[in-house]
């Protein structure tokens, strides 16, 4: 009842500060299963999809003040997805994971989103850790090696030399931490996406493949903030 109740009041136009108090509330309730069990169907899920703007396809994220009700948002879907079988397959119902690229390409060359991304990507790990079919749709329909990748490069900062070189600066500073989080969220959900990706068929996929392995031997070159961010990055 709680979380409905919380989920009544999200539908509603009301102030940021208490979609975001609401949010977090509903974030600490979403880790209980049992909790999860009568509040997971479609309307909930619309919900909070409106929220994380996963309902606007041509609309950019300009409105800063938006930020941490999206950020907050994904985060429930998070726990909700990974913890309840009824949202993972909602979740094919309702294309997630194809507003969930949208949102990532209107995070390129975007300032203060480095955690809209970073969720973003948390997410799209998630449905491709737990849905085959998901899994499928992001390397067949959804462009998703293509879209992880230029996510991971952004993350990266990646600067090329030649067409499949990177350069190379010793002299670099470390990823911050947010560009690291990020970095390694595109890392694992890419693990998924490429996972049965034995037979190359295409050029435009070799081509894909050889700008991916680019990127990963920069990423062994790059530190993070701390040697246990690194390693969990390498």
């Not at 909070?48 to 999206?70: C, G, H, N, Q, W």
């Not at 894909?208 to 390693?231: D, S």
Request: net charge negative.
């Amino acid at each position: 009842k709680l979380c409905e109740g919380i989920l009544n009041i999200l539908e509603k136009d009301t102030k940021t500060s208490c979609q975001v108090a609401c949010l977090e509330a509903l974030r600490i309730l979403s880790r209980d299963k049992k909790v999860l069990v009568p509040v997971t169907t479609k309307r909930n899920m619309q919900i909070l999809m409106k929220l994380a703007r996963l309902d606007t396809v041509e609309d950019p994220l300009e409105r800063v003040s938006e930020f941490p009700v999206i950020v907050e948002a994904l985060k429930c879907l998070c726990n909700i997805i990974f913890n309840s079988s009824v949202a993972q397959k909602l979740s094919l119902e309702l294309n997630l994971a194809a507003m969930l690229c949208n949102l990532l390409q209107k995070c390129k060359d975007r300032q203060l989103v480095d955690d809209i991304k970073c969720f973003d990507l948390r997410l799209l790990f998630l449905l491709s850790l737990l849905h085959t079919d998901i899994r499928a749709q992001l390397r067949q329909e959804l462009q998703g090696v293509q879209v992880l990748t230029q996510a991971l490069e952004s993350s990266l900062s990646v600067r090329w030399t030649e067409e499949y070189k990177a350069a190379e600066d010793r002299d670099r500073l470390p990823l911050s931490l947010q560009e690291t989080d990020c970095a390694i969220e595109a890392l694992k959900a890419l693990f998924n996406v490429t996972l049965d990706s034995w037979n190359v068929h295409s050029k435009n996929e070799s081509h894909q493949f050889r700008y991916m392995a680019a990127i990963l031997r920069h990423c062994l070159l790059t530190t993070g903030p701390t040697e246990e961010k690194t390693e969990e990055l390498h």
